[in-house]
């Protein structure tokens, strides 16, 4: 795994020749060695219909290539960091959570709507979150962004979790989601989003949970 962490909000990676790294634009915050940064215009190793579908959804998150010899420190925004190892499944986490991953994983965008079908686009209009969500997957690490802290909590098929979707990061695994309402439609009158709605995950897999109902 590239990632060493720092604390809680620093992660340092070792860049090595040949070898890429991806990472949000501005979240270098040091390196040393003969490190170069450049704008990423193609979306990643998802190429461009990858880069498409995440304009598409307004989502399009500017990425740098990290390419050379050296170690880098990433952070951003002073939010808590989350590196998550992945054995050649894929990860599914919203774009602007992405603070560096390796070149090595497989980017590409899921359109919410297929999993969940008309609750899947109806989580995205509720929550806030894009219908359009960023996929990695491969052998490699990612680091992604929170506030407070991330708890990692298991799926299982006898034991679904249910989420507030404002606190939901990311997951992965053989796992399908849905939005469902906590509360009666009578109940529901006055009250925003909130805890009216629940994200409901089942199936096999790990869901990342941060400890704040805030958004990046």
């Given amino acids: 795994m590239p990632f060493r962490e720092i604390n809680s909000k620093m992660v340092e990676a070792t860049i090595v020749p040949g070898q890429k790294m991806y990472s949000q634009r501005g979240a270098m915050l040091a390196y040393k060695g003969q490190v170069s940064f450049t704008p990423n215009i193609a979306g990643g190793q998802g190429g461009l219909m990858s880069m498409i579908g995440r304009r598409v959804a307004d989502e399009a998150t500017p990425l740098m290539t990290v390419e050379g010899s050296g170690t880098v420190m990433f952070g951003h925004g002073g939010h808590h960091v989350q590196v998550i190892g992945l054995t050649g499944d894929t990860l599914y986490v919203e774009a602007d959570r992405l603070l560096a991953f390796d070149g090595t994983l497989q980017q590409g965008t899921m359109f919410m709507g297929s999993q969940g079908g008309v609750m899947g ?26 506030h407070g802290g991330v708890i990692e909590l298991p799926i299982t098929p006898s034991r679904p979790v249910h989420v507030d979707p404002q606190a939901y990061v990311a997951h992965h695994g053989d796992v399908r989601n849905k939005l469902s309402t906590a509360l009666g439609w009578r109940d529901m009158v006055g009250r925003g989003s909130g805890e009216a709605f629940q994200l409901e995950l089942s199936g096999n897999g790990v869901v990342y949970v941060q400890a704040s109902e805030e958004k990046l």
Avoid: C, S
């Fill in 121 to 146: 686009m109806v989580r995205g209009q509720v929550t806030g979150q894009g219908l359009f969500t960023t996929t990695l997957k491969g052998h490699g690490a990612v680091a992604v962004m929170a």
